[in-house]
């Protein structure tokens, strides 16, 4: 496969210092232009600050880059929905046609992996979406936390899916869902999930989630860990009203008959246009706490 790697990054990970990966269909599907390449600067200059390296991965003219320059993360934002989503199965084929691709949680851990990137800061994963029994609709973000050695730091799931399915499905792979000092169960615009979830385990600092993570790499257990960090109080929104939100959103979705890769990025948009600004507020808020807590999740990993 071919891979590029930032020589910023590539110098950061030879002298052992900590890199945190980003994803790029957060970037081209997950928010509107400007706001989106506004963001994905933002993340990276808190990342810096806090004394790591960011990486943002994504795919141009067919090579996986980690560490995308300003330039090709503006070309991502700008051209947005344009530019293919590309999990694992599109992977190949973006890389043969010589395209460029958004990179989805599994793809970003994918490449990141090759780098030898251990950690990735995201707002939300994929998971089981509703009605799964019957649709099959599963995220390969599930798969990849089986098979791919990145611990996710990300501020849970959106309640556009099954949140307890998702959870079940993350204990059938050996996936550790770990709470940053919380034991519910995140969902992205609220603490806390509707459904009384809680995590594996409530971890108190990031000492405490480097361990883990150093125990799972120190066993040679393969796969992912993910971290679930609370939207700050300050930005976070309220259960009912989003509840509310979201399954007018769903309902939508079906009478459209969209399906398949087009299902998250429709809900996506769906619930920012709903909830106005409001939600997008609260997404770009999370993501730079999800960067923060990353970095320093990573930096006391490489202090182990
Ligand atoms: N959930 C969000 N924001 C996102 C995504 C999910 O709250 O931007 C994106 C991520 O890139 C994730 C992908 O990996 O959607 C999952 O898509 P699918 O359900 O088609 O696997
Ligand atoms: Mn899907």
Aim: charged share 25%; net charge negative; glycine share 10%.
């Amino acid at each position: 496969m071919s891979i590029r790697v930032n020589p910023e990054v590539q110098k950061a990970l030879d002298e052992g210092r900590p890199v945190i990966a980003l994803e790029s269909t957060i970037i081209s599907h997950g928010m509107p232009y400007p706001q989106n390449v506004e963001t994905a600067n933002k993340v990276e200059q808190i990342i810096r600050d806090h004394g790591c390296v960011p990486a943002t991965v994504g795919i141009v003219d067919g090579v996986g880059v980690v560490g995308l320059n300003k330039e090709e993360i503006e070309e991502m934002g700008k051209r947005g929905h344009s530019i293919p989503k590309v999990s694992r199965r599109d992977l190949p084929i973006v890389m043969a046609e010589k395209s460029w691709g958004a990179t989805t949680v599994a793809t970003t851990m994918i490449l990141a992996s090759k780098a030898g990137v251990e950690f990735f800061v995201t707002g939300g994963i994929g998971g089981v979406h509703r009605g799964a029994q019957e649709t099959f609709d599963i995220s390969a973000d599930l798969e990849e936390l089986q098979n791919t050695n990145v611990t996710v730091i990300c501020a849970g799931a959106k309640a556009i899916l099954d949140l307890r399915l998702t959870m079940e499905v993350l204990e059938t792979k050996g996936v550790p869902v770990l709470g940053y000092q919380t034991e519910d169960l995140p969902a992205f615009y609220c603490r806390k999930n509707s459904d009384g979830l809680k995590v594996d385990y409530a971890v108190k600092d990031p000492e405490d989630a480097a361990r883990i993570v150093k125990a799972k790499r120190d066993l040679g257990l393969t796969g992912g860990i993910l971290i679930t960090n609370p939207i700050p109080e300050e930005y976070a929104m309220d259960n009912a009203v989003i509840d509310k939100v979201i399954a007018d959103a769903i309902k939508e979705m079906d009478e459209k008959g969209i399906h398949g890769k087009e299902c998250t990025p429709f809900l996506l948009a769906k619930v920012a246009e709903i909830t106005g600004g409001n939600s997008l507020n609260a997404n770009i808020h999370l993501v730079f706490n999800n960067a923060a807590v990353g970095s320093e999740i990573a930096k006391a990993y490489s202090k182990l």
